[in-house]
């Protein structure tokens, strides 16, 4: 069986991967049933590839 380690290193050694950054959104909400959906907490998380571990990155 695969591990996948090669992918992860192939990954964090690419100049394309390593400039991305992924914008992780999450949102909940409490609505009633027969509402419309309201979020009424929302957070975002930046993350970049940095030594071959996905860190966060300051806004």
Request: aromatic fraction near 6%; proline fraction near 8%.
């Amino acid at each position: 069986m695969s591990t996948g380690v090669g992918m992860v290193d192939r990954y964090a050694t690419d100049p394309a991967m390593r400039a991305t950054t992924f914008v992780v959104v999450d949102f909940e909400g409490t609505t009633p049933t027969g509402a419309p959906a309201e979020p009424i907490e929302l957070g975002v998380v930046l993350l970049q590839l940095s030594a071959g571990r996905c860190r966060r990155r300051p806004a």
